[in-house]
């Protein structure tokens, strides 16, 4: 079977981080997998053995999805979109897949919509139309004004097959964060979690005892950066390392570098996720995949929601996480060193909690839902 998974992660790198545990799962399963990947790319991810197209690159401007900018921070232009659409619509019609699968899209991605459109279009004019599936987190940003999940409904009513959830639905439901339609409940799939396999140890212990200070891979969390450089004077005892993201990470870590503080300061790592098997505790983000990697490696932890530009999604998981053992929340607008020091005090002296609890099989049960719809119409 062949699969096309379109996806672009404009801030952070989740969306893509996400894309490519499935594209190894239907690799695994003996399908042939493309991702075509509208965001900057991010070479901290493994996407070795992956066939990964890589669009006209876009990013945020910060926190503001509707100013989209290119590669040499330009405002993107109707000609810059037209590139992507192009190329896009270009890579279906080469492939002619069995299944096409967007992520976030419709759900998101609203200032992406017209080139999506333009796939979705394309995707049905081909002379075997793929199985049309939607990927989506556990949690999604609520839509702001209700036409917009009218807008949604319209868009998976006329292109759709299936939704794929990424979460357990005894944990967190849809209806948690969007409204949910009789039309879209009847296309819901939920997979359970999709993370890759557990990293493991790490083969030189990296990180052991450290408090690990993380934001992610995009050019954000800069307020957490500079708690964690103060507190870390204040918990001499403990060995503090922050790792910094984004395509200005160097500059950001020049002038974090200027405080005076122990704490050890370089740029996001690959092998991340092992690091967090031997620390003592995280100082991070919420996002889903970072809340995985948390609960797969069953590390202590203080997560700061990211919520700027009026986000809610992380603090809604953040909510969740905190009723297991081993978990502390701080906003930001409450985030001081001294709040951070009790936080990590306070996790550090928490009763260690299991990752046997919990699936994270989520992939290969998206592979064989997409399976099963693409036979169905065989």
């Known amino acids: 079977m062949k699969v096309m998974i379109v996806v672009t992660h404009l801030l952070g790198t989740g969306h893509l981080s996400r894309a490519l545990t499935l594209a190894r799962a239907f690799q695994e399963a003996g399908d042939r997998v493309q991702i075509v990947s509208g965001g900057f790319?991010?070479?901290?991810?493994?996407?070795?053995?992956?066939?990964?197209?890589?669009?006209?690159?876009?990013?945020?401007?910060g926190v503001s999805f509707t100013q989209l900018l290119t590669a040499q921070g330009d405002l993107a232009d109707e000609t810059y979109h037209q590139h992507r659409q192009t190329a896009l619509c270009e890579a279906l019609q080469q492939m002619q897949p069995d299944v096409l699968i967007t992520e976030l899209y419709p759900f998101g991605r609203r200032s992406l919509r017209h080139e999506f459109l333009a796939l979705l279009r394309t995707a049905k004019a081909l002379p075997k139309p793929p199985k049309?599936?939607?990927?989506i987190r556990d949690i999604l940003a609520p839509p702001s004004k209700p036409e917009k999940a009218t807008k949604a409904d319209a868009v998976i009513a006329d292109f759709y097959d299936a939704v794929l959830v990424h979460a357990d639905p005894q944990a967190a439901r849809l209806e948690l964060s969007w409204p949910?339609?009789?039309?879209?409940?009847?296309?819901?799939r939920y997979t359970g979690f999709v993370a890759p396999a557990a990293a493991g140890a790490h083969p030189q212990a990296a990180g052991l005892g450290e408090i690990l200070v993380s934001a992610g891979g995009g050019s954000v969390g800069d307020e957490i950066y500079q708690a964690a450089l103060a507190a870390a004077r204040l918990m001499p005892d403990h060995?503090?390392?922050?790792?910094?993201?984004g395509t200005d990470a160097t500059a950001?870590?020049?002038?974090?570098?200027?405080?005076?503080?122990?704490?050890?300061?370089?740029?996001?790592?690959p092998d991340f996720r092992q690091m967090l098997t031997h620390v003592a505790a995280s100082v991070s983000m919420c996002g889903y995949n970072t809340a995985l990697d948390l609960l797969q490696a069953e590390t202590p932890a203080v997560v700061i929601p990211f919520d700027a530009g009026k986000e809610v999604e992380q603090g809604l998981r953040a909510k969740s996480l905190t009723q297991l053992p081993g978990f502390e929340a701080l906003r930001t607008a409450d985030l001081t060193p001294e709040r951070l020091v009790a936080a990590v005090e306070k996790v550090l002296q928490s009763p260690r909690r299991s990752a046997a609890q919990f699936k994270f099989d989520g992939a290969q049960r998206a592979v064989g839902i997409a399976h099963e719809l693409a036979g169905a119409g065989a």
């Open 180 to 188: 949910v339609s009789d039309m879209l409940a009847a296309k819901l």
């Open 239 to 245: 060995r503090w390392r922050l790792l910094v993201g």
């Open 132 to 135: 049309i599936l939607a990927s």
């Open 41 to 61: 790319p991010a070479p901290q991810l493994d996407s070795k053995g992956i066939d990964l197209l890589q669009l006209p690159p876009l990013r945020s401007d």
């Open 252 to 269: 950001r870590i020049a002038a974090l570098s200027k405080s005076i503080s122990p704490a050890k300061i370089e740029s996001t790592r």
